[in-house]
């Protein structure tokens, strides 16, 4: 069982940062992968960056170049460093893990930024 804790969301203006940070109750040096996923009003659950293992990583197409995945395995935390965030960013921020085929959530957390 992995428990994710997130935190790091708030209100920011259009432009600012942001950086979440996901706290696993393990040790997650041998976790698969961990990633970001956020969901807006209506919308579904989209993936925004993803980190493995062995430190690869991905980003959607719409936060290329202003997201930033890490993680530090001494502190079993990954991080989502928020670069000029845009309205459209506005969602609720939810963190993954994935090992050997089980998936796990944690409770998110609200960004929101105004124009």
């Known amino acids: 069982q992995v428990q994710l804790v997130e935190s790091g969301g708030g209100l920011v203006q259009a432009g600012g940062s942001l950086r979440l940070s996901c706290a696993a109750s393990?040790?997650?040096?041998?976790?698969?992968?961990m990633g970001w996923y956020r969901q807006a009003p209506g919308k579904q659950r989209e993936l925004v960056a993803r980190?493995?293992?062995?430190?690869?990583?991905n980003y959607a197409d719409s936060v290329k170049g202003r997201f930033t995945i890490s993680r530090d395995n001494a502190k079993n935390t990954v991080y989502l460093q928020m670069n000029s965030l845009k309205p459209e960013d506005n969602a609720v921020y939810y963190c993954?893990?994935?090992?050997?085929?089980?998936?796990?959530w944690g409770q998110g957390t609200q960004v929101t930024v105004s124009s």
């Open positions: 993954q893990a994935t090992n050997y085929g089980l998936t796990y």
């Open positions: 393990v040790s997650i040096f041998y976790v698969n992968a």
């Open positions: 980190i493995t293992s062995g430190g690869s990583t």
